[in-house]
């Protein structure tokens, strides 16, 4: 078991995973998880895949449902963009200082 703020904060207290009840192991399970660091890598994962399941969705999705596909673009969209930022973030905060350069004018 790694040994982590909550760990530290048994220890103190002069207690183990083990003497917790059941009530107490699954706060102590989601507090864990909750610690657990996410690296960019494991974001660009998830954003590609939420592009692909919703290009998906969009793809099955009738042309008549006129607003269902405006959300589904929308959303698409917005992972785009946070792909953009996770892929190239050089050109994505230059991009933002331009268009924030023109708005102090």
Do not use: C, H, W
């Amino acid at each position: 078991m790694d040994f982590n703020v909550i760990d530290k904060i048994l220890e103190e207290q002069g207690l183990n995973y083990e003497d917790l009840n059941a009530q107490e192991r699954e706060t102590y399970t989601k507090a864990n998880f909750s610690l657990q660091k996410l690296t960019v890598a494991d974001v660009k994962d998830y954003v590609g895949n939420m592009k692909a399941s919703i290009a998906l969705q969009l793809a099955k999705t009738p042309e008549s449902e006129t607003n269902t596909n405006i959300l589904l673009k929308a959303r698409l969209m917005n992972y785009v963009v946070l792909e953009a930022f996770l892929v190239r973030p050089d050109k994505a905060e230059e991009a933002l200082r331009k268009q924030f350069a023109g708005k102090d004018k």
